[in-house]
């Protein structure tokens, strides 16, 4: 079982890296950076399902919204349908906009990694394939060093055997998903509980990281 000694290790790091660094067509949106105090900044992570991934940085203090769509790869404007068949070379993702004034980069980096398993390349708990793969999009040179200290952190740790199979690449266009995927988790919580107990994503994270402090 993991201890929260570890989360505590890598804020530390990420933390160090910080001071060292000192819509469809209209719908797209456009990269804000790492942000500064009072202003709200943009990050994207994919971690597989975006109902899930949304679910869990909805629960951050100081993330302003959060918006599911698809980034990564190479079709414009692409459906559900089409990113899910594996052909567009683009994942599940999620844009978050957060109050720099009240979270930080590296908080919100620390709750990603706490929300995958780094190790799996192959998609994300029960949701396999290259569109549920585990990702951070890092939108100015700020969140690309903060990312990679945190992943160097992770690989460092001795907490994985395995690789970390997480990829960082600077976001490119984002495309947000169809309405009915948007709070999905609040939508439909019925549905939503089913589905995320059935792909033992809330198991597999407790096996990985241990109970939440």
């Not at 201890?3 to 209209?26: E, P, S």
């Not at 029960?126 to 569109?131: K, L, P, T």
């Not at 999905?184 to 994270?205: G, I």
Request: aromatic share 12%; charged share 25%.
């Amino acid at each position: 079982m993991r201890t929260t000694g570890f989360v505590v290790l890598l804020l530390a790091t990420v933390g160090l890296a910080l001071a060292a660094v000192l819509d469809r067509g209209g719908r797209e949106s456009v990269p804000n950076g790492a942000g500064t105090a009072g202003e709200t900044a943009e990050a994207t992570f994919a971690g597989g399902c975006f109902w899930c991934v949304e679910e869990a940085f909805d629960g951050v203090p100081g993330v302003v919204s959060t918006t599911s769509g698809y980034t990564g790869g190479r079709t414009r404007d692409p459906s559900y349908e089409e990113v899910s068949s594996g052909g567009t070379g683009h994942a599940e993702a999620v844009r978050v906009a957060y109050d720099a004034e009240v979270t930080s980069y590296a908080r919100l980096l620390d709750a990603f990694w706490r929300n995958v398993d780094p190790t799996d390349g192959g998609g994300q708990f029960c949701d396999r394939g290259d569109s549920y793969r585990s990702a951070i999009f890092t939108h100015d040179d700020e969140q690309r060093q903060l990312a990679e200290a945190s992943k160097r952190a992770l690989e460092g740790s001795g907490h994985f055997e395995e690789p970390i199979a997480t990829e960082i690449v600077r976001v490119g266009p984002f495309y947000p998903a169809e309405e009915y995927h948007q709070d999905y988790y609040r939508k439909n919580p019925v549905r939503y509980k089913l589905y995320k107990w059935n792909c033992r994503r809330a198991q597999r994270l407790e096996q990985i990281w241990g109970e939440k402090p």
